[in-house]
């Protein structure tokens, strides 16, 4: 079974106590639904902040406060990044047909849309440098363009990659509505402008 899902790339946090956190290892990815456990929304949170976390002197006079130091890029930066992307994998054999590679962001997952309906071709960064080709009636998926032996390669209708990509957007609303509660839970001074940042940084019009 082909199956889309939107991920974020992790790194390992021994270090980090401004709230619970999940144990992984780095470069993983941690998928983002709404059937995270509340470590693991902590773990996204805690990902996503920091990937905004710049030189305070960018954004304003940054809080002296170890929290609203951290959270400070998240709520002030105007282009927000969150390391990832959307993952297409067949279920059944394991194989990986898109991952997202390094300077790809969620922020960037309307790419998808382009493939289907703009420009018909989209890359995902690199190492992988994953690639979506629309080719007629077909999306061709390759996990990595520069592969010297071979890499591989998947063609999808494109009705088919619609249907993934809208049931990933939806992961992603449901994860978005499971860190707003987890804010309300854990950050509460704070929860109205992380989960409203959150919604920027996963580009999520929620009216949607």
């Known amino acids: ?16 106590a401004l709230w619970p956190v999940g144990e992984h290892e780095s470069y993983g990815y941690l998928v983002l639904d709404g059937e995270r456990t ?14 905004n976390n710049l030189e305070p002197a960018e954004h304003g006079p940054c809080p002296t406060d170890p929290l609203g130091a951290f959270l400070h890029g998240l709520l002030t ?7 990832g992307g959307f993952r297409v994998a067949d279920t059944a054999t394991g ?17 998808w849309l382009e493939v289907l309906d703009g420009t018909g071709c989209s890359y995902f960064g690199h190492d992988p440098c994953s690639a979506a080709e629309r080719v007629g009636d077909t999306v061709r998926l390759t996990l990595d363009t520069y592969a010297e032996d071979g890499s ?10 619609r249907a993934l990509i809208t049931g990933a957007q939806t992961d992603l609303r449901n994860f978005h509505s499971l860190a707003g509660t987890w804010a309300e839970q854990h950050l509460p001074t704070h ?18």
Do not use: H, K, S
């Open 1 to 16: 079974m082909i199956v889309m899902q939107p991920v974020l790339e992790i790194f390992a946090a021994d270090d980090f």
């Open 38 to 51: 509340p470590a693991e929304v902590g773990t996204a949170v805690m990902r996503i902040a920091d990937c």
């Open 152 to 161: 591989p390669v998947i063609e999808l209708p494109v009705d088919q990659v």
């Open 191 to 208: 929860a109205a402008a992380v989960t409203d940042a959150l919604a920027r940084a996963l580009d999520l019009e929620l009216t949607e």
């Open 77 to 83: 930066v105007p282009d927000l990044f969150a390391a």
């Open 95 to 111: 194989t990986v047909y898109v991952e997202p590679g390094c300077c790809n962001g969620l922020e960037t997952w309307r790419d």
